[in-house]
Every structure is written in C-alpha cells, then in structure tokens.
C-alpha cells in the first residue's frame, strides 16, 4: 500500500524543464500549459492573475531554526509546564473520541495530540501565508523546485474539484491545519471524520482523523513503544554504537544498556536503535519502529524526541530534564573549525556548516575510537582542545 501511495505521490510531480536563468513570467506561462490538459482554464486564470514571488517567503525558506538550536533549547521550547497542562486536560476532555479513533487505527491517541500541540500549539497558530501564493514562489525558486510544484499541482487540482479554497491561509511553506498537511498529503491521507461530506483540516473531526489516518497508513503501532529513556554503563563497548543501526532489546540489555523505568522493557524482541541527541554525557533512548514512522512526518530527530516525551507527559509518564544531564553544547564557529579539521583528515567531504549530520558523525566517531574517547559521534570543546584547534583558524 505504502509503495502505491508513493508512486501516486510521484505522479502529482509536473515534468517540465525549468532554465537557471528563466524569468517568472515565463515560469508561469510554462507551468499553466504543463497542468492544462489536467485543471480547468478558469482554475489557472484565477490563480496566476497578479501572482507575484512572495519575498518574505524566500527570506524563511533560507533558514531553518532547527539548524540553529541545540538538542536542550529545542526540547524546552515544544515542551514546557503550559503546554503539557493543556495537553492532559485536552486528552481527558475528548477522551471518548480520542478512544474510537485509537481503536479505529490502531495508533496512539497520545501521540497525535502530541504532534497537535507542537504543530500548531493545540490549533492556536496554523499559519497566516497565502498558501497559493507560497507554493507558487517556492515551485519557481528554492532548492525543492520539484517537491513544491507537486504541492502547488495537488492544490490547484483540489481548488478545481471544489475541496480546497484558493483562500487558504497556513505556514509559508504550503501547510495548513490543525496538523499542518501539506497539498499532497491532505489529498492521499485526510478523511471525513464526521461524514459530512466535506474534509475542514481545522476542524477536530477532520483533522484528526486525517491523522490518525496517517500514521496508521504508514505503518504507526500503538502497541509497541515509540522512545523508551535508557542509561550506558561506564564499560561501554562503543565498538557496536552506530547511528540508525537496530538490535534487540534483548542484545542491548547484554551489552549494559538498562531502561532508566524498570518496566518500559516489555517485549525484548523489539529492534530498536540507539540515540543520543547531546552525546553519551545527555539523554540516551532507544527508538523503536514508531520512532522511524514518525520520521516520515518530521525526519529531525529532535522533533521526533519532543513528540514522544510530550506524548508521555499526555500519559502521565516521566520525561527527561535537563538538570539530569551536563551540557556540552559547541559553538557553531567551534563545529565549523572540526568539520575543517575532519576533512583535513581525509575523513569527510562535506560541506563545512557547523550542523552536525550524520557523515560528520561518522567521522567524529571513528576519530573517537582511535583516540580511545566515548565514540557517541558527538563533537565537543574537548575535542576542540585535544586538536589544539583556535577559533581564530575558523574560515
């Protein structure tokens, strides 16, 4: 199922060539000819009448907060006291619906209301851009030329088919609702959850049964765990550590690795991967199956960590706190000047960002083992000192 999904989501992509140096007006003439055949005359008239490149949005779609924010600052900024207050009384307050829909798609009624709340803070903010708009200048100019012109075909073909309004308001980068969907999304996933007739994404029927529809779909299953909080013995064989590599939790409990709750270990058969967000000295979790299908709504592993806490704390169960952890948080400049000295090294040829992904991590950790350092892939002021680097070397 989820193979033909994908394919369908392939086959909303417009196939036109676009030249480095073409103008907008040209853009556009190119684009309403290559979705003639599919969306009615008056659809693309009204569209394209006095559209002009939305400049705000091209400022936004440069830069990204989350590139920006350690692990600790994000975390605290989605979840706090207030919003995890609101949560719990939301989750008491539409219980019986939350139940029907969890038993109807086999997914966490926690979770959803956790991606509600940090989507768009319990429908509080869903946006005020001008989603056609929006899509329109990010399908002319920005890195996912094509990612964006499929969204702006899949709106205008629901425009067309009268589900969609060409007034519809949401992020600058096309989404919109309760649970920010995005064109293509709404168009594959989102259901009729009161049988009205009609799909309103800023409604509570609408939009949560969409989701919950969502994650069902691809794969979300709330019988199984989606983080569980775990500790690392001092005698770590840091050897088996790798990002995205999964064992058993049976083969992580014979290597040391012990939930921090001594009940969150149920099933052992479970694959699991581990995760550190600040190093071997922060928080440390195993993220099991649903942490990967929540990846597919959101691929940054700090979002996905929030979700899981927050949905916790819905439940009434513990979550991290700082004031547990020592921070270690580098300075950008600092992980600039490693990535440098990584590439010096011969080990990574990316480019130099300061965000640390995954091949500067793989790196990081290889020149950890060799050094005989806790190899969690985490660059540090330690490190920095050992390679007497300086910022003054920064490029």
């Known amino acids: 199922m989820l193979k033909i999904l994908l394919i369908l989501q392939l086959l909303l992509i417009v196939p036109f060539k676009v030249s480095a140096e073409e103008s907008f007006e040209l853009w556009i003439e190119n684009y309403k000819k290559s979705v003639s055949q599919n969306i009615s005359e008056a659809t693309i008239k009204r569209a394209f009448d006095n559209t002009k490149i939305d400049e705000k949005v091209l400022k936004l779609s440069q830069k990204q907060p989350e590139h920006v924010l350690t692990f600790w600052n994000y975390f605290e900024k989605m979840i706090n006291d207030r919003r995890i207050r609101i949560g719990q009384k939301f989750v008491e307050r539409r219980n019986k619906e939350l139940n029907k829909l969890e038993q109807q798609y086999n997914v966490d009624k926690h979770i959803v209301t956790a991606l509600y709340a940090m989507e768009t803070d319990f ?19 920005s890195n ?3 990612f964006f012109k499929s969204q702006l075909t899949a709106l205008l073909k629901s425009i067309d088919r009268g589900v969609l309004d060409f007034n519809l308001k949401g992020s600058w980068a096309g ?14 996933y989102s259901a009729d959850g009161n049988n009205d007739g009609k799909i309103n994404l800023f409604t509570f029927d609408d939009a949560f049964a969409s989701s919950f529809r969502y994650l069902s779909m691809i794969g979300y299953n709330k019988s199984e765990p989606c983080l569980i ?12 550590f790798k990002n995205n590599e999964t064992h058993s939790v049976k083969e992580w409990l014979e290597i040391g690795i012990l939930p921090v709750n001594s009940d969150d270990f149920s099933n052992t058969s479970l694959k699991a991967e581990l995760i550190m967000p600040e190093g071997y000295l922060g928080p440390t979790f195993l993220g099991f199956n649903n942490f990967k299908i929540l990846q597919s709504w959101n691929k940054s592993n700090y979002y996905v960590i929030s979700a899981c806490q927050l949905a916790d704390a819905f439940a009434y169960k513990p979550i991290i706190e700082r004031k547990r952890f020592l921070t270690r948080a580098i300075s950008r400049p600092k992980a600039m000047r490693i990535q440098e000295k990584l590439m010096d090294l011969g080990l990574y040829n990316e480019g130099v960002d300061g965000v640390i992904g995954e091949k500067t991590r793989k790196a990081l950790r290889q020149v950890q083992l060799e050094m005989g350092l806790p190899a969690d892939g985490y660059p540090t002021d330690e490190l920095f000192e050992i390679w007497k680097l300086n910022d003054e070397e920064i490029n």
């Open 144 to 146: 996912r030329k094509d």
């Open 175 to 188: 989404a919109f609702g309760f649970f920010q969907f995005m064109p293509v999304t709404y168009v594959i």
């Open 123 to 141: 429908g509080r903010v869903t946006g005020h851009f001008d989603i056609l708009s929006s899509l329109i200048t990010l399908s002319y100019s």
């Open 229 to 240: 909080e775990v500790s690392i013995p001092n005698d770590f064989d840091w050897k088996v």
